[in-house]
């Protein structure tokens, strides 16, 4: 993906700092808004990892920090919930007058409630996703329930959420008493996707249910069972964006990532964090990662398993051609591939010559009225694939810097 800084100005003319994560090869025809959660900012975990991830699904997802809170100007003390719903609003102003008015907007835990609310003021949302969100703004008091009194008389009081200290002043607790009268989903005709995890000890499960039954058609409810709160699990991130990507597509028009347009077949796209590498090979897209034990997050094959993955889709197919073009009845062809060093001792030593490639194992398994001479034959066969051909030959490969 390609990741571009932007900034932006709220109804206050204060500037909104923000990441806009769009596909490395695709301009996108889609794009979304992330709403993060009360006193995080965009670099926290879910923001920074769903936003990734729907960029891989070709969309230009924008997060930003709120008023007061990350690299944007204000002070969180002076904001309030209305605040947060006009800062994305002028979120979407940004994009459509930069890019494409955004059709989609997730909202995480208060930033849900937030996006509910600004959905209905930005005509260009068609589908909003909701992330244990809570379903109405009292919850949101009881982080600081034990200030309250003090707010009240004094106007204003520290308190502790989430591990840092905020001043909260009275105008914030009176807003989302103000707003909590009306009711977030009243007249919203727009797709809708709740999706929440039972085991979320921040904002209960109760609220999903409430918020669903309050919700119009078309609705849906996804379980993010095992997740935290703040999705703080790489893993429950990226099933979190597959879900609202796959949903989404209902109800928007698909982006269509394009052919790579290089000379080359294959590319690989590594940003300045972790490891899990976008792929893509002709019209495919796809990851690539490293086990957790070299510090990557497992989301995908690492890279002898690709290679291996090569060598045992080629073995099967070539055995099925063969035996097509003979009219041998092959039922099924399955072929086991591993490589025999450890990943991780060669990546130690891989300025050394002795690290390459050296003894790949290869079990096959042929289902069919085969005669004995006929599985000789194909056994033979196997050994006669490109890619095997390939990896017992000597290859040369040429690097060049390329100009950007």
Not at 10 to 17: H, P, Y
Not at 95 to 113: D, V, W
Not at 277 to 297: C, L, R, W, Y
Request: net charge negative.
């Amino acid at each position: 993906m390609q990741k571009i800084n932007v900034k932006f100005k709220n109804s206050e003319s204060q500037t909104l700092k923000g990441v806009l994560e769009i596909p490395t090869m695709a301009k996108p025809r889609n794009f979304a808004i992330f709403a993060h959660c009360f006193t995080c900012n965009k670099n926290f975990h879910a923001p920074t990892h769903i936003s990734r991830s729907l960029a891989s699904h070709g969309y230009g997802v924008l997060r930003f920090d709120f008023t007061g809170l990350g690299e944007s100007e204000g002070d969180f003390a002076d904001t309030n919930f209305s605040g947060n719903v006009e800062d994305l609003i002028a979120a979407a102003d940004f994009l459509k007058a930069e890019y494409i008015a955004p059709n989609l907007i997730i909202g995480h835990s208060l930033g849900g409630a937030a996006a509910l609310f600004a959905a209905k003021q930005i005509p260009s949302i068609k589908c909003i996703a909701s992330i244990n969100s809570p379903s109405s703004l009292s919850h949101v008091q009881k982080h600081f329930e034990s200030s309250l009194e003090e707010i009240e008389k004094e106007g204003v009081a520290k308190v502790n959420i989430g591990g840092r200290s905020f001043r909260i002043k009275k105008h914030f607790v009176d807003d989302l008493r103000k707003n909590e009268d009306e009711t977030a989903l009243k007249d919203i005709r727009k797709s809708i996707l709740i999706l929440h995890s039972p085991q979320d000890n921040i904002v209960s499960i109760d609220h999903a249910e409430e918020l669903y039954k309050a919700a119009r058609h078309p609705k849906s409810f996804v379980s993010l069972d095992g997740a935290d709160h703040l999705l703080s699990n790489e893993k429950d991130s990226q099933y979190t964006a597959n879900v609202i990507a796959s949903w989404a597509s209902r109800y928007i028009e698909e982006t269509i990532v394009p052919e790579l347009e290089t000379d080359h077949e294959v590319m690989a796209n590594l940003g300045a964090e972790g490891y899990t590498t976008q792929m893509i090979a002709g019209k495919h897209n796809f990851v690539a990662d490293e086990p957790e034990s070299m510090g990557g997050n497992d989301l995908g094959p690492n890279p002898y398993e690709l290679v291996s993955s090569g060598l045992a889709a080629c073995t099967s197919m070539t055995i099925q051609m063969y035996a097509r073009r003979k009219k041998w009845k092959v039922e099924n062809v399955e072929t086991h591939v591993s490589y025999s060093k450890k990943h991780s001792k060669d990546c130690e030593n891989c300025e050394k010559d002795s690290s390459r490639i050296d003894h790949f194992e290869r079990e096959i398994s042929l289902k069919g009225p085969l005669e004995e001479s006929q599985v000789d034959r194909l056994m033979e066969i196997a050994n006669k694939c490109p890619v095997h051909r390939t990896l017992s030959s000597k290859s040369q490969i040429s690097t060049r810097l390329k100009k950007t």
